[in-house]
């Protein structure tokens, strides 16, 4: 099929665009793989990971690391950027060393964990079909095949406990034991806080002969991050000062996050150059955060399990109703209700409670707890985002979509039984 451009409208667009200043050198160093040269602020980390993984260079094997600290805080680039040093030093003395990274929230079970490390031994195994026991014996003989010393980064690692358990740290933790020829060390990153109680006292001992904590960013050191790379992301003088600011101003109040700093950042560049702008403004930050926000909501709707969907198109139906502030009770009934038209069977009370709490932590629902007076305390709950937004996630959801013609019917009795 020939498209026929008639009316001249991708013309226009694209003089535009060309027309317009340049706002953007180069976009990929905002993006959240991009390794900066340097890593600001983070010095005393960067130095304890380096004196921690240096006795490598005098070839002994050198302790397990154990870093965490929230998303954004520049674990990840750290880590990247010290190993990489090593590696280099080391082939500069002829240290055998093999440094494997996993993403392991990426890579999600045991099994690819396993056959990314073989990979980078260069042994070979099947996508999958063997036993968890197999491919870790695989791995094992591969790795003392030969004398070296193998550091492996399990990035994002209390995704992958969560979900799966420690079994693939207990064994790892282990290792030394069995090998001959090589030696072994973890460098277990996590964004989690609280990550420790998901593990067994032994592994956790094991793991955290170091600990690393990288605290979030406050808004000055945001800001000197930001500056440094906008000099590379950015053409001169586009972004103004005051923009920087409160980028960094956003990203301190959400948590010290320096991802979203930058993706603030790019989206706001996006926005400057889409509207043809010659500098990136405030407004443009403003309206990227905006822009972020809403994407981050809708992605965390799409995402939940069912039964945390149905819990918030319950208090969604609720608040059609004109009942803003449901008690846990309230949702229950409309969640089990919603359950039967789909033939699900319901989670217990309890359970709904559970999810309900998860929501509020994420903040899809907001709960709060009311006062009645000598009746007790009761918790009450509403949506924590726009209704619009709801309906946009779930008029694209199958499951969900199939409640749209018993939804009338539900309010109906749903506010009768409330007058
Ligand atoms: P984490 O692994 O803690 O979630 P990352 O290491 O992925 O965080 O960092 C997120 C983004 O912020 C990356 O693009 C990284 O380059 C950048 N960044 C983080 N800390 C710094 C820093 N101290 N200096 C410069 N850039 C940083
Ligand atoms: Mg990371």
Do not use: W
Not at 252 to 265: N, Q, T, V, W, Y
Not at 272 to 295: C, F, M, P, Q
Not at 319 to 331: E, M, N, R
Request: proline fraction near 2%.
């Amino acid at each position: 099929m020939i498209i026929v451009d008639e009316t001249g409208v991708l013309d226009n667009v694209f003089d535009q665009f060309l027309k317009s200043t340049p706002i953007f050198r180069n976009r990929d160093v905002l993006r959240h793989d991009y390794i900066p040269e340097k890593l600001l602020h983070r010095e005393e980390q960067i130095r304890f990971l380096g004196e921690t993984v240096a006795p490598v260079l005098k070839n002994a094997r050198c302790s397990n690391v154990f870093i965490y600290g929230k998303t954004g805080t520049g674990k990840t680039a750290a880590t990247k950027y010290v190993l990489g040093k090593l590696i280099s030093r080391a082939r500069g003395l002829g240290v055998p060393i093999n440094v494997c990274y996993v993403n392991c929230r990426l890579t999600g079970t045991e099994y690819r964990v396993f056959s990314t490390l073989c990979q980078a031994l260069n042994v070979r195994v099947p996508f999958t079909g063997l036993a968890v026991g197999e491919i870790f014996d695989r791995f094992k003989n591969g790795l003392d095949s030969n004398a070296r010393f193998f550091i492996i980064v399990l990035d994002e690692i209390d995704a992958l406990i969560k979900t799966r358990g420690d079994v693939l740290l207990y064994e790892l933790t282990r290792m030394n034991e069995t090998l001959c020829n090589s030696r072994v060390s973890v460098v277990g990153i996590s964004n989690d806080l609280r990550f420790k109680e998901f593990l067994e006292p032994r592994v956790v001992s094991s793991l955290s002969e170091e600990e690393i904590v990288f605290k979030p960013y406050d808004a000055a050191e945001l800001q000197d991050i930001l500056f440094d790379r906008a000099r590379l992301a950015f053409c001169d003088n586009v972004l103004l000062d005051g923009a920087v600011g409160l980028c960094a101003a956003f990203a301190a109040a959400e948590h010290g996050d320096a991802r979203r700093a930058l993706d603030l950042l790019r989206v706001a560049g996006e926005l400057a150059e889409r509207g043809g702008a010659a500098s990136i403004t405030e407004d443009h930050i403003r309206r990227a955060e905006k822009r972020i926000e809403h994407d981050r909501i809708l992605e965390a709707l799409k995402n939940l399990p069912l039964h945390s969907k149905l819990v918030v198109c319950g208090v969604y139906l609720l608040g059609k109703a004109k009942i803003s502030y449901a008690a846990t009770g309230d949702i229950y009934e409309i969640y089990r209700e919603l359950c039967n038209e789909l033939a699900l069977s319901p989670l217990t009370q309890r359970r709904v409670s559970g999810l309900i709490n998860e929501l509020d932590v994420i903040g899809l629902l907001n709960a709060r707890i009311v006062s009645m007076g000598r009746y007790g305390r009761t918790k009450k709950i509403r949506l924590g985002i726009g209704r619009s937004l709801i309906r946009e996630v779930f008029t694209n959801d199958d499951r969900i979509e199939r409640l749209s013609d018993y939804i009338p019917a539900c309010l109906a009795e749903i506010s009768g039984s409330r007058n």
